[in-house]
């Protein structure tokens, strides 16, 4: 049953609901279509029942209370309870396998200026403190819906503080569109990827230290471009315009010299293309 109410959906845990279903060797009942509820669960009907998979939040807005057991059972993960028309009838504990190389992302990031690093997260507190432990972040909220990410890039904006948002889920979306710059997976959903600024096409954590070095290498670009185009017209146009007695500038010259600064421009733009992010990774 749950498989059948997870098997079209695009979230993680659907993923792994459904591939530890294959495991099992789980034959997928006939279902009708999916519905996905952000940040509850996801239902269909089987046999005319409304099945349904998702968060304690889900079960118990929809009148149906999982026993005291499967509450206990699930202390520690991410549990997943499934319903059968009105009845509880089980609930699988998923558990969070850090990205790889995410520790180390996380210190490169702190190298390259990043003062605090936050876990978000819907998961229950538990599980998100082990996790925050792992990978050594500095802190982490948990039980948090979308719009609860949201606000919580809002709060840290008041603070004074930029923030950089990382994420590849639906429930991410809001917050990336609240941060300064919002960073999205590459293979995280569509909605994540349309609400950010920044897309990670090779989905390495560790290219997020690489965005922010080229950032700045960018806008350094652009402050060399402005003190040389600036500096040059600012000698030259005077000496075009005569004010060195006794010296005319001949107009091809001075059309020649208007493009070696062009020239100088552009060629030091296209110095970006040297650039390597993953040098950041090493």
Request: hydrophobic share 45%; glycine share 8%; net charge negative.
């Amino acid at each position: 049953y749950a498989c059948a109410a997870e098997e079209t959906s695009s979230h993680p845990l659907s993923y792994c609901v459904l591939e530890y279903g294959k495991l099992l060797g789980v034959q997928i009942p006939k279902h009708g279509p999916i519905e996905t509820v952000v940040a509850r669960g996801t239902s269909t009907e089987v046999d005319g029942k409304l099945v349904r998979a998702g968060n304690l939040k889900f079960m118990t807005e929809n009148g149906i209370e999982p026993s005291s057991q499967a509450i206990e059972f699930a202390m520690g993960s991410t549990p997943i309870f499934v319903s059968y028309g009105d009845e509880f009838i089980g609930v699988l504990g998923a558990f969070d396998k850090p990205r790889k190389n995410i520790k180390r992302a996380i210190n490169m990031m702190r190298s390259n200026g990043i003062n605090e690093v936050v876990i978000l997260t819907g998961d229950m507190g538990k599980q998100a403190q082990e996790v925050a432990a792992k990978v050594n972040a500095d802190s982490f909220r948990a039980e948090l819906l979308p719009e609860d990410k949201a606000n919580e890039i809002l709060k840290m904006k008041s603070e004074g503080t930029g923030v950089i948002m990382v994420g590849d889920g639906i429930n991410d979306a809001p917050a990336l569109t609240r941060a300064d710059t919002g960073i999205a997976i590459g293979a995280g959903t569509d909605v994540a990827i349309d609400s950010a600024d920044v897309v990670l096409m090779n989905s390495k954590l560790t290219d997020v230290s690489g965005a922010i070095r080229l950032s700045r290498a960018t806008i350094r670009n652009i402050h060399e471009n402005l003190f040389w185009a600036f500096g040059y017209n600012v000698i030259l146009i005077p000496i075009a315009a005569g004010i060195i007695p006794k010296f005319q500038m001949n107009p091809m010259w001075g059309a020649a010299a208007m493009s070696i600064s062009s020239f100088t421009v552009c060629m030091n733009a296209l110095r970006l293309n040297l650039f390597r992010v993953h040098d950041a990774s090493k």
